[in-house]
């Protein structure tokens, strides 16, 4: 009897170690730039910046798309978790879109922020015409 309760002690907390292996890997790519950077918080991993100029009914239409990707190589994520897009109340801001891939041991899981606020920036008593969107990236992890 004993060594039946021995063996199931013996398997429970094998099936209890492999289950925390399992789902407590991070993906190959977080692991190969922390070892990469040991000393970083995190790191961008792309940065894209696009420009386009035309013509619209005889007038000059430029526009900018932006992508970014920054991966977060510790628990101090949650932390670098507020963002601020910057810009001039002479441009429209459209578009925006935000999200957060956690990886949860097999795949990674999409989460998209959804609140966004337009602030003015004034710095000390002068207006300068900077605004800023500003939103919280959910629940965002190593």
């Known amino acids: 009897m004993r060594n039946k309760i021995y ?4 398997t429970l907390v094998f099936l209890a170690t492999i289950n925390n292996i399992s ?6 790519v977080l ?3 922390a070892s990469l950077y040991p000393k970083a918080n995190s790191i961008s991993l792309n940065e894209n910046y696009e420009i386009k100029i035309s013509i619209v009914n005889d007038e000059v239409s430029i526009t900018e798309d932006q992508y970014v990707e920054t991966l ?26 935000a999200y ?16 966004f606020s337009v602030k003015d920036n004034l710095s000390g008593s002068f207006h300068d015409d900077i605004k800023s969107i500003n939103f919280i990236y959910p629940n965002l992890k190593k």
Do not use: M, P, R, W
């Not at 063996?7 to 013996?10: Q, V």
């Open 7 to 10: 063996i199931l002690n013996l």
């Open 23 to 28: 789902y407590g890997q991070y993906s190959s």
């Open 31 to 33: 692991e190969q730039k």
């Open 72 to 97: 977060y190589l510790n628990e101090t994520a949650k932390h670098q978790s507020k963002e601020a897009i910057s810009y001039s109340y002479f441009y429209d801001v459209s578009d925006i879109e």
């Open 100 to 115: 957060v891939y956690n990886f949860d041991g097999k795949k990674y899981k999409t989460e998209k922020v959804k609140d």
